[in-house]
């Protein structure tokens, strides 16, 4: 697969060529999501839109409600992924069910962000929520209810789902030895295995690390842990990289000189059009 411009990983910002172009002329819908793991590089930027090498994307915001109907988006993580909740709610005009709907403006979660949320579209009939990924993640007056694991959740998915799951772990687990993390991603791996026998038809999706900029390592290396994360979900999950979308988002971050833990909006937008560029009809 050839195309005309590639955007060097870590190196620059976006791609403005005029003549950039994307070889592909495969869906992503139709695209084995076996290559959302093995692309390299994964994508660009070009005029201020993610491409990807190995497929086109033609899903745009206007589709999210049809992508969504009739189902659920069952969202597993931390803040980060607690934004791509509150982004949905605000531009899909959701109405709010459950959980804490504070938010600043820039729809980073304010300190009460972490209990289990839900909202959702009458007419299009789809319910979103998202949901703490579990230990080591904690916070004030939690219990085993609050922060069940994200392989219970999977666990609990009934046969015959249609719905579309996202997992993401990372900042968390940085204060913790990486072994933690390996145990976590294996029984996220197990109960994805279980899950995809009796609801064959499910679209399950693991968000990989982002490039942030940590200012003080005095606790932590920040974003520097990303690649050693990213390397251990490959290597849990390569018996099924056809059967589960990988988002890696590294380089999307770095070329767009993402240097926050929480993405902008345009990230956010981003990322999701993308995971729905995979399990979406247009």
């Known amino acids: 697969m050839v195309f005309e411009v590639i955007c060097p990983r870590y190196f620059s910002r976006q791609c403005h060529t005029p003549n950039a172009a994307m070889a592909s002329n495969i869906p992503c819908r139709r695209a084995n999501f076996r290559n959302t793991w093995l692309s390299n590089p994964v994508g660009f930027f070009y005029n201020s839109t993610w491409r990807s090498p190995s497929c086109f994307n033609d899903i ?8 969504l109907a009739n189902r659920t988006l069952r969202m597993f993580g931390d803040s980060t992924v607690r934004q791509l909740f509150t982004f949905l709610f605000k531009y899909q005009n959701l109405t709010w069910a459950i959980g804490p709907k504070e938010a600043h403006n820039n729809i980073i979660p304010t300190s009460k962000w972490y209990s289990y949320s839900e909202a959702y579209n009458k007419r299009f009939n789809y319910t979103v929520f998202w949901a703490p990924h579990g230990l080591p993640m904690s916070f004030e007056n939690a219990n085993r209810t609050a922060i ?19 997992i993401h772990l990372y900042a968390h687990f940085q204060l913790f030895p990486l072994h933690v993390f390996k145990a976590r991603m294996k029984h996220i791996r197990l109960a994805t295995e279980r899950l995809l026998i009796r609801a064959p038809d499910i679209k399950i ?18 974003g520097l842990w990303g690649p050693v994360y990213d390397k251990i979900i490959r290597q849990e999950f390569v ?26 909006e345009e990230l956010l937008k981003t990322m999701l059009r993308t995971l729905f560029g995979y399990v979406c009809s247009k």
């Open 239 to 264: 018996s099924l990289y056809a059967r589960v979308i990988y988002l890696d988002v590294w380089d999307m971050h770095v070329t767009d000189e993402n240097s926050d833990i929480h993405p902008s």
């Open 60 to 67: 745009t915001v206007k589709d999210f409600d049809r992508c």
């Open 148 to 166: 069940r694991p994200c392989f219970v959740h999977l666990d609990e998915i009934p046969s015959g789902s249609r719905d579309i799951v996202l």
């Open 205 to 222: 999706a693991i968000k990989g690390p982002h490039y942030f900029i940590k200012h003080s390592t005095g606790n932590t290396l920040g």
